[in-house]
């Protein structure tokens, strides 16, 4: 811990040394506000004028992320090395550097698996041999988005993978057998209905009135016989 405290006072006097001694470098932000959501990665860049001969030996670079509360360090680069013993634990391992682009004048820091509490104000000093300077960019990192669950059945018409019908084709049939069993019943019922009111309109005779019907029958015909009986007497007489 005092290791550390040691290296982050000697960085910040360095700068300020230089940056007394020096003029001051051109150093500017690609974008001065980033919009990213955690668990993705985001690479927030400076830009900044550097030697012709490619060389990051002479490039010292401290930078840090300023909360409403406190601040953090997220990357430093002394004589061309990253200094890892300075970085805060909460970035370790989370932030990675180009170290060919740095050669051409671009501070590309990557940070991956963002995290809400990431969001605040990055703003690193940068200094050459030839000046220094500083810019300051704002980062925003929102809640992970919940994601709709993929549909499990193929379509809205067509038979599912298995080869079963859909859902909304079982409802369909179902709809459709329970329609023709509602109208076979009513056709059944108004049969049954008319069939009642017929022999309700035309009652078939009972017993005692076809045993008299039998008896009026016998009784006309034996009159007959005798009417037929008494005629042939007259006339013989």
């Given at each position: 811990?005092?290791?550390?405290?040691?290296?982050?006072?000697?960085?910040?006097?360095?700068?300020?040394?230089?940056?007394?001694?020096?003029?001051?470098?051109?150093?500017?932000?690609?974008?001065?506000?980033?919009?990213?959501?955690?668990?993705?990665?985001?690479t927030?860049?400076?830009?900044?004028?550097?030697?012709?001969?490619?060389?990051?030996?002479?490039?010292?670079?401290?930078?840090?992320?300023?909360?409403g509360v406190?601040?953090?360090?997220?990357?430093?680069l002394?004589?061309g090395?990253?200094?890892l013993?300075a970085q805060?634990?909460?970035?370790?391992?989370?932030?990675?550097?180009?170290k060919?682009?740095l050669?051409?004048?671009h501070?590309?820091?990557?940070?991956?698996r963002?995290?809400?509490?990431?969001?605040?104000h990055?703003?690193?000093?940068?200094?050459?041999?030839?000046?220094g300077?500083?810019?300051?960019?704002?980062?925003?990192?929102?809640?992970?988005?919940?994601?709709?669950?993929?549909e499990?059945?193929?379509g809205?018409?067509?038979?599912?993978?298995?080869?079963?019908?859909?859902?909304?084709?079982?409802?369909?049939?179902?709809?459709l057998?329970?329609?023709?069993?509602l109208i076979?019943?009513?056709?059944?019922?108004?049969v049954?209905?008319?069939?009642?009111?017929?022999?309700?309109?035309?009652?078939?005779?009972?017993?005692?009135?076809?045993s008299?019907?039998k008896?009026g029958?016998?009784?006309?015909?034996?009159?007959?016989?005798?009417?037929?009986e008494?005629?042939?007497?007259?006339?013989?007489?």
């Amino acid at each position: 811990m005092i290791y550390r405290e040691k290296m982050i006072c000697s960085i910040l006097l360095l700068f300020k040394l230089t940056s007394c001694d020096y003029g001051v470098s051109v150093v500017d932000v690609t974008q001065s506000f980033y919009q990213a959501e955690e668990n993705h990665d985001i690479t927030l860049e400076w830009t900044f004028q550097t030697r012709t001969d490619g060389s990051i030996k002479s490039i010292f670079i401290f930078c840090q992320m300023y909360t409403g509360v406190r601040s953090f360090i997220l990357f430093s680069l002394y004589k061309g090395v990253e200094t890892l013993a300075a970085q805060d634990k909460r970035f370790a391992g989370r932030v990675k550097f180009d170290k060919d682009a740095l050669r051409e004048g671009h501070l590309r820091l990557k940070m991956s698996r963002l995290r809400t509490d990431d969001s605040g104000h990055y703003r690193c000093d940068v200094f050459t041999g030839e000046g220094g300077g500083s810019r300051t960019c704002h980062l925003n990192v929102t809640a992970q988005r919940d994601r709709p669950k993929p549909e499990t059945t193929s379509g809205g018409r067509g038979p599912s993978q298995t080869g079963s019908p859909s859902q909304a084709e079982s409802r369909g049939r179902i709809g459709l057998s329970c329609v023709v069993g509602l109208i076979v019943v009513v056709t059944l019922l108004g049969v049954c209905y008319c069939l009642r009111r017929k022999h309700s309109m035309n009652p078939s005779p009972s017993r005692e009135q076809e045993s008299m019907m039998k008896d009026g029958s016998s009784l006309s015909g034996r009159r007959s016989k005798a009417a037929s009986e008494g005629l042939v007497v007259m006339m013989s007489e």
